[in-house]
């Protein structure tokens, strides 16, 4: 079966770095993408960095340009989420998701599997 599990999350103040996984397991197949979505305290669901292995990076918040960057593990079918420069605005639980055969435009609703999702919590 089809398996997200999200890790890395935790405390940390303004301007330090957390780096996420997302370990992904019981594909059939590798025609899918993995994007990374957060949700803040009374905000709606947000797109943050979508990767594929055939398209490269796919969806990137403007919010996020130049601190975050997405990379992937193929062999490990581990995608990361390195965090810098963190802000107190970044403070969200951060979920992987899957979107199966088509790229991920950064819409919650348009991905077909979804993790946990793990909580960063930034501090002034």
């Known amino acids: 079966e089809v398996q997200l599990v999200e890790s890395g999350g935790g405390l940390v103040q303004a301007g330090g770095s957390l780096r996420l996984s997302c370990a992904a397991s019981?594909?059939?197949?590798?025609?899918?993408?993995i994007g990374w979505f957060r949700q803040a305290p009374g905000k709606e669901r947000e797109g943050v960095l979508c990767?594929?292995?055939?398209?490269?990076?796919?969806y990137y918040a403007d919010s996020v340009k130049g601190r975050f960057t997405i990379s992937s593990d193929a062999a490990k079918n581990t995608v990361y989420l390195q965090m810098n420069s963190l802000k107190p605005e970044d403070t969200a639980v951060y979920y992987c998701?899957?979107?199966?055969?088509?790229?991920?435009?950064?819409?919650?609703?348009?991905?077909?599997?979804w993790g946990n999702g793990t909580l960063v919590t930034v501090s002034p």
């Open positions: 990767i594929s292995n055939s398209d490269g990076i796919t």
């Open positions: 998701a899957a979107e199966l055969f088509d790229y991920c435009s950064g819409v919650d609703y348009d991905m077909d599997y």
């Open positions: 019981g594909f059939t197949s590798d025609d899918y993408s």
